[in-house]
T-cell receptor, first 115, second 113 residues
Framework: DGGITQSPKYLFRKEGQNVTLSCEQN?????MYWYRQDPGQGLRLIYY???????QKGDIAEGYSVSREKKESFPLTVTSAQKNPTAFYLC??????????????FGPGTRLTVT | GDSVTQMEGPVTLSEEAFLTINCTYT??????LFWYVQYPGEGLQLLLK?????DKGSNKGFEATYRKETTSFHLEKGSVQVSDSAVYFC????????????FGKGTHLIIQP
């Protein structure tokens, strides 16, 4: 089945450590996205990528980094510079990023807890 | 900039009740509009969408009509079930850019048997 996988589902880290969240899609989508979700909040865009080896900052990119070396993969690194990293992280993809009618498909999410 | 406003939750209804979740938006152009649903501990699933004014999106008994004159996209269902309990997000996507969706804060719906 085609879809988006995120691993792990739950992740625990100590403060000061960098951590990388995995996102893989087999939908052959061009664009991929990372969102952060906090309790009672909507989703906020961290980074997005239209094509391989290209990515753009979203609304809350500070303290995060990404790479897009393969079309299928878009890992997110939460660095020690991110002040409040504990959150639910959602990866998404869409077929044609330039067309607004194209919906985004979401992975199951990774819940990161930093203590 | 673009924004989406949803009614605050939680919204608690009895099974078989009529559901309306209000959503209004602010955008400079002509966005596409979406409703997503999130079940506990999961990612978001697209529920329905509309891409131009007066379009009606529908799926699984849910409907929403794109009203440009009132900048609204209210979600409705005639008879809710316990299994509809979830968080519902209204979202918009404007223009041809590759940036992400703009989401509302979500409405938590609780259906009691």
């Amino acid at each position: 089945d085609g879809g988006i996988t995120q691993s792990p589902k739950y992740l625990f880290r100590k403060e000061g450590q960098n951590v990388t969240l995995s996102c893989e899609q087999n939908l052959n989508h061009d664009a991929m996205y990372w969102y952060r979700q906090d309790p009672g909040q909507g989703l906020r865009l961290i980074y997005y990528s239209q094509i391989v080896n290209d990515f753009q900052k979203g609304d809350i990119a500070e303290g995060y980094s990404v790479s897009r070396e393969k079309k299928e993969s878009f890992p997110l690194t939460v660095t020690s510079a991110q002040k409040n990293p504990t959150a639910f992280y959602l990866c998404a993809s869409s077929l044609k990023p330039g067309l607004p009618s194209y919906e985004q498909y979401f992975g199951p999410g990774t819940r990161l807890t930093v203590t | 900039g673009d924004s989406v406003t949803q009614m605050e939750g939680p919204v608690t209804l009895s099974e078989e009740a009529f559901l309306t979740i209000n959503c209004t938006y602010t955008a400079t152009g002509y966005p596409s509009l979406f409703w997503y649903v999130q079940y506990p501990g999961e990612g978001l699933q697209l529920l329905l969408k509309a891409t131009k004014a007066d379009d009606k999106g529908s799926n699984k008994g849910f409907e929403a009509t794109y009203r440009k004159e009132t900048t609204s996209f209210h979600l409705e269902k005639g008879s809710v079930q316990v299994s509809d309990s979830a968080v519902y997000f209204c979202a918009l996507k404007e223009g041809g850019g590759a940036d992400g969706l703009t989401f509302g804060k979500g409405t938590h719906l609780i259906i009691q048997p």
